[in-house]
C-alpha cells in the first residue's frame, strides 16, 4: 500500500444531477452490475443508481467527512442494503469487482488509475465525467450542455493494449457526440 498521507487529487466538485443521469443512461446498467465511484464525494452516482436502477454500488472517497455524509445520503435514500461508501484512498483500493466504474476526477488521475482499469475484465465500462485518458481513445462519448462524458469499455486485450499506449506519443481524445 503507498502512503500518501492522506493526499486528495481532486477537490469535491458533485456532478450535477442532469449528469448523473446522462453518465447512468450512457453506462446501460444491467440488474446485476456492479458500479464503482472513484471519488465518491457525496455519493450521489451510487445512489442514483441503486434508487433508478436498483443496482449494487460502492463509492470510494478519502475525506472522511465526506465519505461520513456519502453514508448519511445512502441512510436517507433508503438504499444501504445496495450501497456501501469505503473511506479509502482511490490508488489503493481494489475495484476489480466492478462491472461499472465511475471517475470525475482530472485527467492525470485518470492515467494513474488506468493500468488497473485495462487489467479489468473484458467489457467492464468506464464512465468519465469531463476527463479523458490520454491516448486511450473512447469508445464513445457525449456532450451534455458543454460537459464532455466518455466511455471506454474494456477490451479482451487489456494489458497488451496497455503495453502499446505506454509506448505511443499522446493522441487526441476522440470526438464528442450528442447524448442518445
Ligand atoms: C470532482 S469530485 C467528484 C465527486 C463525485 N464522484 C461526483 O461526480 O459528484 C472528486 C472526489 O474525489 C475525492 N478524492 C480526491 N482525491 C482522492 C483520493 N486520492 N482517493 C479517494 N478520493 C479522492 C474528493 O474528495 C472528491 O469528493
Redesign the pocket.
Known sequence: MID?NN?????????PFEV?RGMLSVANLKPDDRVW??????G??VIAAALQHGVHGVG????PT?AQQARNEVEWAGVGHLVRIVE????NVDFGEATVV?L??LTA?NLKLRPALLAMPPGTRIIS?RFAMGNWIPEAAWTLGSTPIYRWVVPPNGPELLRQLEQEPTAPNGNPATLP
Open positions: 500518501r493526499h486528495l487529487d481532486v477537490p469535491f466538485v458533485p456532478t448523473v465511484d472513484i471519488g465518491c464525494g457525496d450521489r452516482l470510494v472517497e478519502l475525506d465526506l479509502a484512498d482511490l490508488l465511475m470525475f476526477l488521475i465525467h
